[in-house]
């Protein structure tokens, strides 16, 4: 069993502390112990790893990559029970990966990191947790992209009677058989959701701001055969994993340079929609404005039926205002409810991380960013040294496994740490010029993406309506820029004598 430390007054030291336990942190933990650097902890606010997949729990919560393609390269999974798995599989995965690669003896649970702060006299980070302090000479924080809950300042909402909740914190005391439940947010989660619970309620009632494209999703279960030839001939298993990459490497230019080739796909989706919503008005309420791919294509096979259900009422505007037990959508609908649950996204582009976070002149992450991120190959920060951030700024996907980018960054970790050693340095601070360089190449690329042209506004943005989520190329491409570290990139802090 990993120890749940008690709060500790003596500040302990370790060569890198990890923050965060979901695949990026475990990950990370993963290629340190591989590099020979095992003088690390991995500290986790929650009492288990698992991160995206131990916090969402809501009925019907799947991967929507290929399992095959949603797992790291290092562990394949012979056994996932389906093409897209569900949350039990995957957070069972994780539990599998951290007992396989030695991980338990480094993590600590219960361990809240509050504050990190670097300091130039020691050349190493302070971290302030909710078990103790500890100094580190390098901080992985891998605290996760979509990990804190975003709950909109809707009038009124204190006055609701009933149970709220948000997607990402699903409560599972509260049994929803028979209630009047309203869903706000037609997203990623949102069509999970709708055809998990729609069954079972006695009204749904979803407020949708935007439509989103839907694409049918070729979900099956992995059959004996399938799950034989993956054991027995591991080749075969690279193989498809090897296909299921090749194809979404292929759709990437017309992502970022050929939005009009997503044409065809949006064809595909009017034509998903039509078959399965005979009901033209509710059709048309359901039919998005802008050009597929500009915000997430969902995959589902069930949320159109769900909506067309006689329990189900489609509000096409957001939620404006509660009233005690009467909720009111923005075009003036009335709507009685038991319940209210928010699907409503995460703190994307502010992350609650970066307040906590101080750099060497001072200033929060938060503070020096001003609402836009921005970091040197999508994982250091200028002023930051010895900070590497996993799923940092544009490095998200559109339309593959978030696992082969956090993969690259972890290559470019543990490079900058191995070579740190051989360079007689203590710490790596990005360069300015290089950060910035790096940046107006990343944002030069995204003008023609449809991202930016498709039309819409989307949570890749960020408050300056600048794109500092999306990785506006191939994963492949990330990871030739991310194989090796460029020194030149780089300004070397010497280890201070006080200390050595
Ligand atoms: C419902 C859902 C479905 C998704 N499906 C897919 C998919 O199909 N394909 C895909 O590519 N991506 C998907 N994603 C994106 C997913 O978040 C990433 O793929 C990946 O799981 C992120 O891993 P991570 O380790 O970076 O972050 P997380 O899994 O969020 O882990 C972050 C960890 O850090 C911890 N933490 C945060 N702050 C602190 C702190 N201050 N101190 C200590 N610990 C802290 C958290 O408790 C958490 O355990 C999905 C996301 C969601 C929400």
Redesign the pocket.
């Given at each position: 069993m990993a120890s749940t430390p008690a709060p500790d007054t003596a500040t302990r030291h370790v060569r890198v502390a990890v923050?965060?336990?979901?695949?990026?942190?475990l990950g990370a933990g993963v290629r340190l112990r591989r590099a020979g650097i095992t003088d690390f902890v991995i500290?986790?606010?929650?009492a288990s790893v698992?991160?995206?997949?131990?916090d969402?729990t809501y009925p019907g919560?799947a991967?929507?990559?290929p399992s095959h393609l949603?797992s790291f390269s290092f562990a394949p999974n012979p056994r996932w029970p389906r093409s897209f798995s569900g949350q039990p599989q995957i957070r069972a995965y994780l539990e599998h990966v951290t007992d396989t690669f030695g991980l338990r003896p480094h993590l600590r649970f219960n361990?809240?990191?509050?504050a990190a702060r670097w300091d130039a006299d020691t050349a190493r980070w302070q971290l302030a947790t909710t078990a103790g302090d500890w100094t580190a000479d390098a901080v992985v924080a891998?605290?996760?992209?979509?990990?804190e809950p975003r709950i909109p300042a809707v009038k009124g909402l204190d006055t609701f009677p009933g149970r709220v909740f948000h997607s990402?914190r699903w409560d599972h005391d509260y049994d929803l058989t028979g209630k009047r439940v309203a869903l706000v947010g037609t997203g990623?989660?949102a069509i999970q959701i709708v055809p998990a619970i729609q069954p079972q309620v006695r009204r749904l009632t979803v407020f949708q701001r935007t439509p989103a494209w839907v694409l049918p999703r070729a979900d099956r279960e992995i059959s004996a055969a399938e799950h034989w030839l993956h054991r027995t001939l591991p080749t075969a298993a690279t193989l498809r994993r090897a296909v299921l990459f090749g194809l979404r490497e292929m759709q990437v230019d017309a992502f970022v340079h050929h939005p009009r080739l997503l044409g065809a796909v949006q064809v595909l989706a009017r034509y998903h929609l039509r078959r399965a919503i005979a009901d033209p008005e509710l059709r048309a309420r359901l039919t998005p404005d802008y050009r597929i791919g500009c915000k997430r294509i969902l995959l589902s096979n069930t949320y159109y039926p769900a909506l067309a259900a006689p329990n189900t009422e489609l509000v096409a505007a957001g939620l404006a205002e509660v009233r005690g037990s009467t909720l009111v959508a923005a075009d003036g609908t009335e709507t009685e409810a038991d319940a209210l649950v928010f699907s409503t996204g995460f703190h994307v582009t502010d992350l609650p991380?970066a307040e906590?976070i101080t750099g060497a002149a001072g200033r929060t992450l938060a503070e020096q960013w001003g609402g836009t991120m921005e970091a040197l190959r999508g994982t250091t920060v200028h002023g930051f040294p010895n900070l590497f951030l996993?799923?940092g700024p544009n490095t998200a996907?559109g339309n593959s496994?978030?696992?082969l980018m956090?993969e690259s960054q972890l290559n470019y970790i543990v490079d900058a740490l191995t070579r740190l050693g051989a360079l007689g340095a203590t710490a790596l601070n990005a360069r300015a010029d290089a950060q910035r360089r790096w940046n107006d190449r990343v944002q030069r690329r995204m003008r023609s993406t449809v991202w930016t042209t498709g039309g819409c506004t989307s949570w890749y943005l960020d408050a300056n309506g600048r794109n500092t989520t999306v990785w506006p190329g191939t994963p492949s491409r990330f990871r030739r820029e991310t194989r090796r570290l460029t020194l030149a990139e780089y300004d070397l802090i010497p280890r201070p004598t006080a200390a050595s």
């Open positions: 923050i965060g336990s979901g695949f990026g942190g500290l986790e606010r929650a698992g991160g995206t997949w131990r969402n919560c991967c929507d990559v949603y361990t809240e990191v509050s891998a605290t996760g992209p979509l990990s990402s990623a989660s991380a906590r996993v799923i996907l496994s978030m696992i956090i």
